[in-house]
């Protein structure tokens, strides 16, 4: 079992940055495949962005690629997302999932979930 808290969302104008946290607990939580999702009012949750466990190899979506970073610290099992010229259509819930295996986008390869922290970006 793994537990994700997010931390870190709040209100920023475009342009702006603002970093992400997610804290997870659990044994061998650091092992996990950890991943990025967000959800717009109305819309579907979509990938963002996920990391890999040991060799740290990311992966984007093409609406963020270049402007977002993941990273993670294992030591904490803390996995970041730092969001960098950000968007009026950046603003959403982001949510932090993990899971194990490989890296894939879908969300419903993910088996654990955060409660969400809320992105607003103002033009």
């Known amino acids: 079992q793994v537990q994700l808290v997010e931390s870190g969302g709040g209100l920023v104008q475009a342009g702006g940055s603002l970093r992400l946290s997610c804290a997870a607990s659990?044994?061998?939580?650091?092992?996990?495949?950890m991943g990025w999702f967000r959800q717009a009012p109305g819309k579907e949750r979509e990938f963002v962005g996920a990391?890999?466990?040991?060799?740290?190899?990311?992966y984007y979506a093409d609406s963020v690629k270049g402007r977002f970073t993941i990273s993670r610290d294992n030591a904490k099992n803390t996995m970041y997302l730092q969001m960098n010229s950000l968007k009026p259509e950046d603003t959403a819930v982001y949510s932090c999932?993990?899971?194990?295996?490989?890296?894939?986008?879908?969300?419903?390869?993910?088996?654990?979930w955060g409660q969400g922290t809320q992105v607003t970006v103002s033009s």
């Open positions: 999932a993990a899971k194990r295996g490989v890296l894939t986008t879908s969300r419903y390869n993910y088996d654990y």
């Open positions: 659990g044994r061998t939580s650091s092992t996990y495949v």
């Open positions: 990391i890999t466990s040991s060799a740290g190899n990311t």
